[in-house]
């Protein structure tokens, strides 16, 4: 006979006073409900801790556990340590979930008895040019029938895997992509389904991404995981410094491969979005002035953030 499944739902949270309330809402709306919701606060400073209390009374479903100050990945060891569940389901506060995701993810890992882990899908709230233009620049693209990739704020798995794996990492960002790759290597088959979708804001200002990328730039070189974008990042800039030596030597035409290099970057990050967007935005001088600039700022913060951990070793 197959295991009984109960899922625990395991969500940190820290100061999201002004977004609990929709994530509840979708949570309650969910056509298979988890057996579990576990709430982890880390350290919230505003009404959070409040707030779920007075909207979970009366439901046994819903555990508050107050952590004290603690980064998202210890937040979540927690809340995946306390589980009753076989099953623990992963998603973030600020984020909500829609009425099949759940659902969507158990049917995926119920396919095949080896199944391990299942990752659903993600998609950012675009409701202004802004928002459309940082979907364009740094958010991976949507393809249909694909996810848009591997998102532990969209996942389920079982409980084994992460008890093998040892948790997450006490980082304040990198420690979902190091745990994944652990979690995947402690048995069982990985699969996703596009169909399971969750929806979050992204940074709102221009200054508030360009810390967020700082940051996941300085953790990402901690983690030794710079080949997968800052190696990429310096080979385009170097290419640029050798062309600008040799237009300053032999031909000012040479500077003239600068913006056709900028250009070409924005409009490869257009074309991967055409099935969100369509193709209009490459003919959008607004859309691309803006797109170019976003690209410069995350460039900008992956050097100062990869400097910044050159210069600091990493603490927990």
Known sequence: MPEPVHISLVIPVFN?????VPLLETIRAQTRQPDEIIFVDAGSTDDTVTLLHHKTAGDVR??????????PGTARNKGAAIATGNWIAFTDAGITLDPHWLENLLNAA????????????????VNSFFEKCATITYV???????????????CL???ANWEKAGGFPNWRA??????????????????DTPEAMVEWTLRQS?????????LYSKYNVWAGRQRYWHYGIARQYTGIFIITLLAASYSPWGWLLIPAWLLARVAKRCW????TFGLAVLFNPFVVLTVLFLTLVIDSATYSGWIKALLNKQRD
């Open 272 to 275: 991967i979005h055409r099935h």
């Open 16 to 20: 999201e006073s002004d977004t609990i």
């Open 62 to 71: 819903f555990v508050i556990l107050e952590a004290g100050r603690a980064m």
């Open 157 to 159: 798995m079982r409980k």
């Open 206 to 214: 221009v200054i508030s991404t360009w810390k967020r990328f700082d």
């Open 140 to 154: 991976a693209p949507a393809f249909p029938g694909k996810i848009r990739g591997k998102f532990i704020a969209s």
């Open 110 to 125: 119920l396919k095949d008895a080896s199944v391990a882990i299942v990752y659903g899908n993600y998609r950012p709230r």
């Open 174 to 191: 990198t420690e979902d992509l190091v745990f994944m790759e652990k979690a995947e290597q402690q048995g069982g088959s990985v699969q």
